[in-house]
């Protein structure tokens, strides 16, 4: 596949993720996914959880650096200058739909505000949003497919390869869940695990 072509289907697919995700980041993560390892192959789940573990881990929004470092990934074996190409053209395919959408909604936001429509619409998306934040941590887990006609889930075992990363996940959610620790001193905590158990 040459090159233009690539840069025109990653341009019109995180343009369509930009265009459908509601709720942020994290709800576009399934989004991504799908389409980045299940649509087009273009990186494998480990991969993928690599990604979100440094989009996570880096400054700026999660779906951008998602969007930045999948169009460098999908290119950079071409030239390492496609890669910068391939990620700029990602991110401002993901960025673009939201920038035209509020740039819209602006001027009639406050038209719309208090009517029974417009907040019907808000509730709706509300709940729909948490289940896309809880779909994307679900799916760096498990692996869901058919198998002789019947479902099968299986753990992502790039992911969690061994007790170790359960250990590293199970104290993560407490410490987050039971005693409010901030994401930056987990990401951070993890970081030093890994060095020190891997």
């Not at 993560?29 to 573990?53: C, K, M, N, R, T």
């Amino acid at each position: 596949m040459d090159e233009l072509t690539l840069l025109f289907q990653l341009f019109t697919t995180f343009f369509l993720i930009g265009v459908f995700t509601f709720g942020g980041g994290y709800a576009m993560l399934s989004l991504i996914q799908s389409e980045v390892v299940l649509g087009h192959g273009w990186l494998s789940e480990g991969e993928f959880a690599d990604i979100v573990a440094i989009s996570q881990s880096t400054p700026g929004p999660i779906g951008i650096n998602c969007a930045t470092y999948t169009g460098y990934e999908v290119l950079n074996d071409v030239s390492p200058l496609m890669g910068v190409i391939g990620s700029t053209v990602a991110t401002l395919a993901l960025v673009l739909p939201s920038f035209i959408i509020v740039l819209m909604l602006v001027k009639a936001y406050k038209a719309f505000l208090g009517n029974r429509y417009f907040d019907a619409v808000m509730s709706g998306l509300r709940p729909a949003v948490v289940g896309l934040i809880g779909a994307a941590a679900v799916i760096l887990v498990l692996n869901f497919s058919w198998a002789d006609g019947a479902p099968r889930i299986d753990i992502i075992e790039d992911n969690f390869p061994d007790w170790k990363s359960w250990a590293l996940f199970g104290a993560a959610l407490v410490a987050s869940m039971k005693f409010k620790v901030g994401p930056i001193s987990i990401i951070c905590a993890g970081a030093l695990a890994g060095l020190l158990l891997y």
